[in-house]
């Protein structure tokens, strides 16, 4: 009888393993330079860590930021280079994601009230679009209509004030936005301020309000940048660009409060931050056992081990990405691969992470993608 069960689980086992998506279409956000002219896919296996060769999937402006709507059918991306004054109509693009090719098609767009939208975010219910602007230190919400179109904008919202680095803080820079477990509130970074905002969100009306507590500050200089939260919604990681450090916090998920616990350098034991180098990109491990942050001229990803009982990170290496500018970076879905996005070398590399140590190893593969500055993944049939 214990034999039959066990057989039974194992079947079941398997057919799990056999339903999840292993082939996936990844989008590639790019700058309208060297030679790149908007949004690249490639195809992706999972279950060999190889990436196809990447072909244009749709002509873009400096469409550099993506975000993927949560029924996986639309691909929203920003226009970095935009401005209302001097590109009306520009800002935020949507487009329609063919479910058999993985070809783009352009729905519409929606002109952003800051300039040089940077990132782009998409509420966990789809009603509702998030864009920063790095350029004017602004955010806002846009409504989305029921087949994914961008709709009118729901709340735009002025950051003001500056920090201690005259050159990089003299006013704000909002530079990530994101919508916390829960669709409730929304955190937004901002490099200018050294601060972590925080906004309700309604998402039914595209709304956001200033919370109480208004925001999170951090050490003056740091250049708050992205952030990521823990899988069990208590920790919020924010990787800071200026001091090439990752501050945990602790998230109250009632308040909106953020209460912070940590802060460790993503640079090797030792290292000081010096000219040219800074962090960009963060993310959590599926497992809740690892983080992920980018050092760009060190050319580097740092790997953390994560406690998921205090939030707390330990570094446990940094890896080369084989290129240059590592600007951002993803994790598959599976938790297997880590895709190394370098902007400047123009090229993808490819690591398999270790499941139980979280460490990489270069898989040997490289794809040319010009100017790449995100990727997004989306299941391939």
């Given at each position: 009888?214990?034999?039959?069960?066990?057989?039974?689980?194992?079947?079941?086992t398997?057919?799990t393993?056999?339903?999840?998506?292993?082939?996936?279409?990844?989008?590639f956000?790019t700058?309208s330079?060297?030679r790149?002219?908007?949004?690249?896919?490639?195809r992706?296996?999972?279950?060999?860590?190889?990436?196809?060769?990447?072909e244009?999937a749709i002509?873009?402006?400096d469409?550099?930021?993506?975000?993927?709507h949560p029924?996986?059918?639309?691909?929203?991306?920003?226009?970095?280079?935009?401005?209302?004054?001097?590109?009306p109509?520009?800002?935020v693009?949507?487009?329609?994601i063919?479910?058999k090719?993985?070809?783009?098609?352009?729905?519409?767009?929606?002109?952003?009230?800051?300039?040089?939208?940077?990132h782009?975010?998409?509420?966990?219910e789809?009603?509702?679009?998030?864009?920063a602007?790095?350029?004017?230190g602004?955010?806002?919400?846009?409504?989305l209509?029921?087949?994914?179109?961008?709709?009118?904008?729901g709340?735009?919202?002025?950051?003001?004030?500056?920090?201690?680095n005259?050159a990089?803080?003299?006013?704000?820079h909002?530079?990530?936005?994101?919508?916390?477990?829960?669709?409730?509130?929304?955190?937004?970074?901002?490099?200018?301020?050294?601060?972590?905002?925080?906004?309700?969100?309604?998402?039914?009306?595209?709304?956001?309000?200033?919370n109480?507590?208004?925001?999170?500050a951090?050490?003056?200089?740091s250049?708050?940048?992205h952030?990521?939260?823990?899988?069990n919604?208590?920790?919020?990681y924010?990787i800071?660009?200026m001091?090439?450090?990752?501050?945990?916090?602790?998230y109250?998920?009632?308040r909106?409060?953020?209460?912070?616990?940590?802060?460790?350098?993503?640079?090797?034991?030792?290292?000081?931050v010096?000219?040219?180098?800074?962090t960009a990109?963060?993310?959590?491990?599926?497992?809740?056992?690892?983080?992920?942050?980018s050092?760009?001229?060190q050319n580097?990803?740092?790997?953390?081990?994560?406690?998921?009982?205090?939030?707390r990170?330990a570094?446990?290496?940094?890896?080369s990405?084989?290129?240059?500018t590592?600007?951002?970076?993803?994790?598959?879905?599976?938790?297997?691969?880590?895709?190394?996005e370098?902007?400047?070398?123009?090229?993808v590399?490819i690591?398999?992470?270790?499941?139980a140590?979280?460490?990489?190893?270069?898989s040997?593969?490289m794809?040319?993608?010009?100017t790449?500055?995100c990727?997004?993944?989306v299941?391939?049939?």
């Amino acid at each position: 009888m214990q034999n039959c069960i066990t057989f039974l689980l194992i079947c079941a086992t398997l057919g799990t393993v056999a339903a999840a998506p292993r082939d996936f279409f990844v989008y590639f956000g790019t700058y309208s330079k060297n030679r790149s002219h908007g949004i690249y896919r490639a195809r992706f296996d999972a279950a060999t860590g190889r990436l196809g060769a990447a072909e244009l999937a749709i002509e873009a402006k400096d469409a550099s930021f993506l975000a993927l709507h949560p029924n996986r059918k639309i691909l929203y991306a920003v226009d970095e280079s935009s401005d209302p004054q001097r590109t009306p109509n520009t800002g935020v693009s949507a487009y329609a994601i063919a479910a058999k090719t993985g070809a783009l098609t352009l729905l519409n767009q929606q002109t952003v009230g800051g300039a040089g939208p940077c990132h782009v975010n998409v509420d966990r219910e789809g009603l509702c679009v998030f864009v920063a602007n790095y350029g004017s230190g602004s955010i806002e919400s846009i409504a989305l209509e029921s087949d994914g179109r961008l709709g009118a904008v729901g709340t735009s919202i002025q950051h003001a004030g500056s920090s201690v680095n005259p050159a990089r803080q003299s006013g704000p820079h909002a530079h990530s936005i994101y919508a916390a477990p829960g669709n409730r509130f929304v955190l937004a970074a901002d490099l200018g301020l050294d601060r972590v905002f925080v906004y309700r969100l309604d998402s039914a009306a595209a709304k956001l309000t200033a919370n109480d507590p208004a925001f999170a500050a951090l050490p003056p200089g740091s250049g708050p940048r992205h952030l990521a939260f823990h899988p069990n919604g208590k920790f919020v990681y924010v990787i800071n660009e200026m001091l090439c450090t990752v501050a945990v916090f602790g998230y109250d998920a009632a308040r909106g409060a953020l209460t912070e616990l940590q802060t460790i350098s993503t640079l090797s034991p030792g290292q000081r931050v010096e000219a040219g180098v800074s962090t960009a990109e963060i993310a959590v491990h599926p497992s809740g056992r690892f983080l992920y942050g980018s050092n760009r001229g060190q050319n580097s990803i740092a790997v953390f081990a994560l406690d998921p009982a205090t939030g707390r990170l330990a570094l446990l290496e940094t890896h080369s990405t084989r290129g240059s500018t590592p600007r951002h970076f993803a994790l598959d879905p599976t938790g297997a691969w880590l895709l190394a996005e370098n902007q400047d070398s123009g090229d993808v590399a490819i690591f398999r992470i270790d499941g139980a140590t979280g460490r990489l190893t270069a898989s040997g593969g490289m794809v040319a993608v010009p100017t790449p500055v995100c990727a997004v993944f989306v299941p391939a049939p």
